[in-house]
C-alpha cells in the first residue's frame, strides 16, 4: 500500500502540541514536571503506563516503553521538554498561549521541540491502537533541562536509570528539515554534532605605574597577543564522514554545487578558495559550511585592568572553541597551548570552563536506510542526506553509550527561505505549520513502524 498522510490525526496531534506549549517549561527554572505529567495522563487514556522521575523538584522527565518481542533492536524516540525564554512584548502572539493562525501553531518551544515531541507521541498511539506487532521496544522519553546542557535530564537519566532509556537507536531534534536544492527537497538527517571547549586563559604580568611602562609586565599587551594568536588561527581543514557525504549529495542534487562541491571533496586544502568563491552566489550555504570543515577558535569575553594609570598584572579571556567528530577536547587544548608557547605559556593558566566531546554515528545503518526511503515514497525525486550540527543536543549522552543517534523531526521547507524557518528556533513567533504536524507524523509513524516489524 503506499504511504499518505495521516490527515486523520492532525486535530489530536495539534492539540497536544498547543497544550504542550501553555505550560511553561522557560529553562531555567525549566519546571517540566508539568509538562511531563501531562504526557504521562495524555498515553494512559490509550493504557500506557508511564515513569515519571525527577532530577529535582520540579524538574520531570517522562518514560514509557511500548514492548516488542525482542527479535531486534530498540528505538528510542527522545525530546526534551523545556524552551529558552520568550519576551511577550516581541512577540506578535502570546508566546505561551498556544495560539492556531494561519495554518499555524505559534509560540515557544513548537519548532524547538515540543511539536516533535507531540509527533513522537502521535507516532506511539499510532502504533498501539494499529497493534501493529513490533519486533523491539519502542521507548519514548520527553526530558527536562536540554537547554541548559541537559544533566538534569538525559544525561542524568543515562547515569542513574540506563536501562529504562538506553535504546540501540535514537531519534531526537536537531535535523529532518528539508533544505531546498534547484527545485527539490533535501531532507536532512543530523549525524553528528561538533563538541564544544569553554576554556578561560589567564594572562599574568608585573603591575606597574601607566607612566612608566618600562618597568612594569603589562598583563594586557600578554593577552592581546593570545587574543590575536587563538582568533586568528585556521585550523586545518577535516572532512569528516558526515560532511563527505554532504557535499557528496548536495553535488548530486543541486547542479549549481556539483563543481564546487566535487572540488572541495577533492582538494579540502582549496577549501577557503572554494567557499569564498560559493560565498559570492549563496553566501549562506558557504558561512553555514565554514565551520563545519574545521576545529573553530572564538574568543568571547575578555577582562582586564583596574584603574586608568595602573598598568594590570592581571587579564583573563574566554574562548568558545568547536571541536570536530574525530577531535578530542583534550586534542583542541593541547593544539591551543602549543599555539600559545611564544606568548610566555609559564606566564598563562587555563581552566577547562565547560567540554562536551563531539559525536557522529555511522550513516551506513538500517534505520538511515529506513528513513531515505520513508522519505523518498512521501515525496518522490526528494533527496536525503545527512549533516554535521555545530551546536549540541541530548544526541550526544547517548553515542557516548553506543546507541546509534539520528536527528530527524521531518519537516518541509514551510517558506521558499527555509532559513526563515532555522532562525525561528529561540526566536521571535516561532510557529510550526499544521500541514508539518501531519507531515513529520506520518514520515515518522511509517519509520518507526517499517524499521521496528
Ligand atoms: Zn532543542
Known amino acids: 500500500m503506499p504511504v499518505q498522510l495521516l490527515r486523520d490525526v492532525e486535530e489530536e496531534v495539534t492539540r497536544i502540541l498547543r497544550d504542550l506549549i501553555r505550560i511553561d517549561t522557560t529553562n531555567p527554572p525549566g519546571n517540566e514536571t508539568a509538562a ?14 508511564c515513569v515519571l522521575r525527577e532530577s529535582a523538584p520540579g524538574r520531570g522527565n517522562v518514560m514509557t516503553r511500548l514492548a516488542g518481542s525482542g527479535e531486534k ?3 528510542l524516540l527522545l525530546s526534551h521538554l523545556d524552551v529558552v525564554a520568550a519576551n511577550p512584548d516581541e512577540w506578535s502572539v502570546n508566546p505561551f498561549g498556544g495560539v492556531v493562525k494561519d495554518g499555524f501553531v505559534w509560540g515557544r518551544g513548537t519548532l524547538d521541540m515540543k511539536g ?10 499510532l502504533l498501539k491502537r494499529n497493534n501493529v506487532k513490533l519486533k523491539g ?16 535530564g538525559a544525561g542524568w537519566l543515562l547515569e542513574n536509570f540506563p536501562r529504562e532509556i538506553l535504546a540501540d537507536y535514537v531519534l531526537n531534534e536537531g535535523g529532518g528539515l528539508a533544505i531546498s536544492a ?10 553528528a554534532e561538533k563538541g564544544l571547549l569553554w576554556l578561560r586563559v589567564k594572562a599574568r604580568g608585573v603591575p606597574g605605574h601607566g607612566s612608566t611602562p618600562n618597568v612594569a609586565d603589562n598583563a594586557i599587551t600578554r593577552m592581546s597577543r593570545v587574543i590575536e594568536r587563538l582568533g586568528d588561527y585556521r585550523s586545518p581543514v577535516v572532512l569528516v564522514p558526515t560532511v563527505k557525504q554532504f557535499l557528496g549529495n548536495m553535488a548530486k542534487e543541486d547542479a549549481a554545487l556539483r563543481e564546487p562541491f566535487s572540488r572541495l571533496l577533492a582538494h579540502p586544502d582549496e577549501a577557503d578558495v572554494i567557499l569564498d568563491e560559493l560565498a559570492k552566489t549563496k553566501k549562506l550555504l558557504a558561512e553555514e559550511l565554514r565551520p563545519r570543515i574545521r576545529m573553530t577558535i572564538a574568543p568571547t569575553m575578555i577582562c582586564g585592568g583596574v584603574k586608568e594609570n595602573v598598568i594590570p598584572s592581571e587579564c583573563e579571556a574566554v574562548f568558545d572553541c568547536r571541536v570536530l567528530p574525530g577531535q578530542t577536547v583534550a586534542d583542541a587544548l593541547a593544539l591551543i597551548k602549543g599555539l600559545l608557547e611564544g606568548v610566555g605559556l609559564d606566564k598563562l593558566t587555563f581552566e577547562v570552563l565547560h567540554s562536551n566531546e563531539p559525536s557522529e554515528s555511522a550513516v551506513e545503518t538500517p534505520l538511515y536506510e529506513t528513513i531515505s526511503s520513508v522519505l523518498r515514497e512521501f515525496e518522490l525525486g526528494c533527496g536525503v542526506t545527512p549533516v554535521l550540527m555545530t551546536g549540541g543536543t541530548d544526541s550526544r549522552f547517548f553515542r557516548a553509550k553506543g546507541s546509534i543517534c539520528y536527528g530527524f523531526q521531518p519537516m518541509r521547507p514551510e517558506t521558499p527561505k527555509q532559513s526563515a524557518i532555522v532562525k525561528r528556533e529561540h526566536g521571535i513567533d516561532e510557529r510550526i505549520s499544521i500541514e508539518n504536524l501531519v507531515f513529520g507524523t506520518s514520515v515518522l509513524y511509517e519509520t518507526v513502524k517499517r524499521f521496528m516489524s
Do not use: C, P
Open 182 to 191: 534547484g527545485n527539490k527537497n533535501v531532507f536532512t538527517v543530523n549525524t
Open 36 to 49: 511531563a505529567k501531562y504526557i504521562a495522563e495524555n498515553l494512559s487514556r490509550d493504557g500506557f503506563e
Open 137 to 152: 521496544d519502542v521507548v519514548l522519553a520527553a526530558t527536562a533541562d536540554e537547554e541548559q546542557g541537559g544533566v538534569a
Open 116 to 125: 516533535m515531541t507531540a509527533i513522537e507521541l502521535m507516532a506511539l498511539k
Open 73 to 75: 533492536s530498540s528505538l
